[in-house]
T-cell receptor, first 110, second 114 residues
Framework: QKEVEQNSGPLSVPEGAIASLNCTYS??????FFWYRQYSGKSPELIMF????GDKEDGRFTAQLNKASQYVSLLIRDSQPSDSATYLC??????????FGAGTRLFVKA | GAVVSQHPSWVICKSGTSVKIECRSL??????MFWYRQFPKQSLMLMAT?????????EQGVEKDKFLINHASLTLSTLTVTSAHPEDSSFYIC??????????FGQGTRLTVV
């Protein structure tokens, strides 16, 4: 079982819709959770981080964490074509390691 | 967010030569830096964790004698790919932690070994 799992996609949504990206992790002791966006040929950029159960909102982005289910998600409201990218879920394990999922490719159709 | 600068952004080298990649935290002190490798359409693979002033911790399967990591100061870590071969061609990315758990990435270095 992979430590951090994501659906590889591609996930295709129309412009203006809500994109929902999901991630599960295996280490119950994980304390920190991150979403990164990576455009093709570029390095990842941090979008959101969340440490506590529940929702965290930042602009059009909402991160949701459920530690009991070992599940973290990212919602993108009013999706724009510029949101088209690969979204990486990352989980901070014990110590200093951050484990990345394989990423979900998102396409937002104009 | 914090700024991490990586240099060079791309490099082409001949097989058998060595290449050094620099990773600098510009506006914060990074006690821990990470080096990743990413092949096309694949996820980031952690190569090693680098702590300032101590030896790097390499992930299983990563040759420490081939990928030399130095973290001499709180703002600089270097990765040297020694005796590079075409199979080492990849996108190498560093990241640094500011103090919290979130890490910030450098721009990445695309290495092509010919």
């Amino acid at each position: 079982q992979k430590e951090v799992e994501q659906n590889s996609g591609p996930l295709s949504v129309p412009e203006g819709a809500i994109a929902s990206l999901n991630c599960t992790y295996s280490d119950r002791g994980s304390q920190s959770f991150f979403w990164y966006r990576q455009y093709s040929g570029k390095s990842p950029e941090l979008i959101m981080f969340i440490y506590s159960n529940g929702d965290k909102e930042d602009g059009r982005f909402t991160a949701q964490l459920n530690k009991a289910s070992q599940y973290v998600s990212l919602l993108i409201r009013d999706s724009q074509p510029s949101d088209s990218a690969t979204y990486l879920c990352a989980v901070g394990t014990g110590g200093f390691k951050t484990i990345f999922g394989a990423g979900t490719r998102l396409f937002v159709k104009a | 967010g914090a700024v991490v600068s990586q240099h060079p952004s791309w490099v082409i080298c001949k097989s058998g030569t060595s290449v050094k990649i620099e990773c600098r935290s510009l506006d914060f002190q990074a006690t821990t830096m990470f080096w990743y490798r990413q092949f096309p359409k694949q996820s980031l693979m952690l190569m090693a964790t680098s702590n300032e002033g101590s030896k790097a911790t390499y992930e299983q399967g990563v040759e420490k004698d081939k990928f030399l990591i130095n973290h001499a100061s709180l703002t600089l870590s270097t990765l040297t790919v020694t005796s590079a071969h075409p199979e080492d061609s990849s996108f190498y990315i560093c990241s640094a932690r500011q103090g919290g758990a979130e890490a910030f990435f450098g721009q990445g270095t695309r290495l092509t070994v010919v």
